[in-house]
């Protein structure tokens, strides 16, 4: 061969070893997508087979006889998991309950609802819920970003495993009814941006009956007549009334700094108590902090900057650091 034929041999055999490459790792990215795909269908088909129980167990234990056709679809095995009202899915598999649109929606939270394992929302807000927030909802493999309990009959205390999986965003439990210490597995709340248990010491507004007390009149002629109040008619009446609850107490853990992308921390209205801890100085993303309202005392640690809205207010024997 001449030089030149030898080069264009050279070349030939590249270009040939490259293209049969190529096809070796395109035949193999294209098994890897397929193999995928028949991974998901067959989550999805396994979702329709295990979403049965626990969506009838949420049915059963939040009034779901009250809450009209749609909440029927839940009872039927015969209709898939992503085709039932209410359900919000993500490549086949449940990711939301959408039970902000559900009437009527009260009673307890169940623990099965900790099989639906892709849940990454709970939205709870206002329902009329009693009962606890189990812990077994909540484990290292847990997704939930965002949940809503507030301004609920909720009692107990914080489940320990609420933060361990590290995927909360956003956790709100104002005017709840729940007591108890902040558990120190707040620390592994790595992605956790907003913290809201504000209120803690006030529950929803309940019914009460009372005596329906009028002004007397007869001090339509005589505004001295007496005496001033009298019974109406009806004699008693109901009238709306505020719980009082215990709220959260206990001092806040040191393992809350490793929670470092914490951009609001709303605490008032409890009865936490001690000094604020040092490790609050690693949470540099705080932009709302409001601490009014408890029985803290020491001093600020140094370093915690707020970068929008500081409320200190009624926070019993706080000071600057040195």
Known sequence: LTPFGYLCLLHTLAYRFMLAAFLLVSSAAAKAVEAEAADRRGLAARADAECYIPLKAVYDAMNGPKWGNGGRSWLNPGIKCCDKDYISCKDGLIDKIQFKWIPYVRGTIPPQLALLRDLTELELRNKDLTGTLPDALFSSDSVFEEIDISENDITG????????????????????GISGTLPPTIGMARNLKELDIRDSDNCKWIRVKGDNWVVNPARARNPNAQPKYVLGDPPTRVYHKKQKCRGYSGTIPPEIGGATKLQEI?????????????????????????????????????????????????????????
């Open 266 to 322: 709303r605490i008032k209205k409890n009865r936490i108590s001690g000094s604020l801890p040092a490790s609050m100085a690693l949470l540099d993303a705080v932009k709302k902090l409001e601490l009014d309202e408890n029985k803290f005392r020491g001093p600020i640690p140094r370093g915690l900057h707020v970068s929008k809205e500081c409320r200190l207010t009624d926070a019993d024997d706080m000071f600057p650091p040195p």
């Open 157 to 176: 205390t914080l489940p320990p495993n609420l933060f361990v999986s590290g995927t909360l965003k956003k956790f709100e439990a104002k005017r709840a």
